[in-house]
């Protein structure tokens, strides 16, 4: 079963840059990166500015000049055939260089995110002996018969301080998880880092109503953490207040047809009930 309605991938963009902030400034950040004019994207580009720029982050260890990551929400299969898509997508965009062989195989990396182990997809690699080693917490390498340096990221497994952007992408949020990010958050201070939060907890948001009303219920919860959570709650307030009011008009309208009032006596009525402009009114006589 699919997602539905949850933004897990702007939430994955959000994390990424979160996550390499340190060395932001070295990296060019493509998210959604076309192949060629077919409809092929890739989730996130990351592409170093200067090839000896070395990426402190965990995650980032394996990165050469040109990165490729995937990104599969909780509920999608991190399969085979998921890794060879992404090796396919990398060998495209190597192959698309300015000038041939412009784009080193060498240079050329392969991520594949997701929050729970894919054990098939394991499994897959020991039948067919690629080599898989575990460097990092939640950090898998794979090598042997791969195209090029490719790496598998678990976020479940990843330390919940250190990655805590990443690790919030899931489904699973505990209360504390949730206060712990908000309290990330309230840390931030540039615009563009801010916008990127907020992106992860639209995230933590939707794929945990009830723990987020569990936080929001929460007499303790300071100022400064309601705050944060502001710009998500009002306009989800707002939305449930105007399909309440629609589903009470349209409720109101069909009452008064049973009951055999004319479309003019019921639209005056709704006008007067519900402060409605006589072209708002008419909308909901259709």
Known sequence: MKDIDIQWHPGFIGAMNLELKENRDDLLFEKEHNLNTRPLEIDLLVIKKQAGVQINNEIGKIFRGHNILEYKSPRDDLDIDTFYKASAYASLYKSYGKTLDSIKAEDVTVSLVRKAKPYGLFRYFKEHDYLITNPYRGIYYIEGKVLFPTQVVVTRELNPIEHIWLSSLSDQLEKQRLLELLEEIGKLHGKADKEFAQSVLEVGFGANKKIVEEVIGDESMSEELLEILKP???????????????????????ILRNFRHSDKEIKCAIMEQYQLSEEEAESYMK
């Open 232 to 254: 998500i709650i009002e306009p989800r307030m707002i939305l449930a207040e105007q399909q309440v009011r629609k589903e009470d008009i349209e409720g109101t309208v069909n």
